[in-house]
């Protein structure tokens, strides 16, 4: 079974502060792993992959975990505009079915000024 | 380049009723596929395409088919539209197993 698990918050943090999440997927097969973040009423769009050294892009961080089967996603310095619903993304390379990718269901961070 | 686009952005149906989504992309991209989101159930795979000429069902096909008219084109079809695909649509494509680009979405009301 194919699932990605994700607290769905909401995260209330101030701006400034440091915010991070994790989420779970069920198959340790599986070969790779995305953040998308989705703004209200849009579509979503790569937020970045996650490599097994974890790899940052500015003021975010993902990491991820094989041992334990979870991904992290870090935010530094969390400024407004990070608001949004960020997906766990993960690609079960099991054959078969669909393309493999599974999208968790998303978890609400709000910036409070 | 417009990536994904999708049109109606808005509908509304009676129950019953046909309608076909569109989507279009431009990044020369294989595969393309059709997700519906609902609030608290994330985004769930209705069907996709791998290439040209090919289309398998997702998690959730009942109540739709599917046309991939050409590589650029992939379009949705509800027969009898029903209350229980009151969802918002989505549209994507990728180069087979990497990132994928999502169009604007479809809001649709089935009364």
């Known amino acids: 079974r194919k699932e990605v698990e994700q607290d769905p918050g909401p995260f209330n943090v101030p701006e400034g502060a440091t915010v991070a999440f994790n989420c779970t997927y069920s198959n340790s097969a599986s070969q790779s792993f995305f953040w998308y973040r989705q703004d209200c009423r849009k579509e979503p769009k790569l937020l970045m992959s996650?490599?097994?050294s974890g790899n940052e892009d500015g003021r975010f961080t993902a990491q991820l975990n094989r041992a334990s089967q979870y991904i992290s996603l870090l935010i530094r310095d969390s400024k407004l505009s990070d608001s949004a619903t960020y997906l766990c993304?993960?690609?079960?390379?099991?054959?078969?079915?669909?393309?493999?990718?599974?999208f968790g269901k998303g978890t609400h961070l709000i910036i409070q000024p | 380049n417009a990536g994904v686009t999708q049109t109606p952005k808005f509908q509304v149906l009676k129950t019953g009723q046909s309608m076909t989504l569109q989507c279009a992309q431009d990044m020369n991209h294989n595969s393309m596929y059709w997700y519906r989101q609902d609030p608290g159930m994330g985004l769930r795979l209705i069907y996709y395409?791998?290439?040209?000429?090919?289309?398998d069902k997702g998690e959730v096909p009942n109540g739709y088919n599917v046309s991939r008219l050409n590589k650029r084109e992939f379009s949705l079809r509800l027969e009898s539209a029903a209350p229980s695909q009151t969802s918002v649509y989505f549209c994507?494509?990728?180069?087979?197993?990497?990132?994928?680009?999502f169009g604007p979405g479809t809001r649709l009301t089935v009364t």
């Open positions: 993304v993960v690609n079960f390379m099991t054959g078969g079915g669909a393309d493999g990718l599974t």
């Open positions: 395409s791998a290439s040209e000429g090919t289309t």
């Open positions: 996650v490599y097994s």
């Open positions: 994507a494509s990728s180069e087979s197993r990497s990132t994928q680009y």
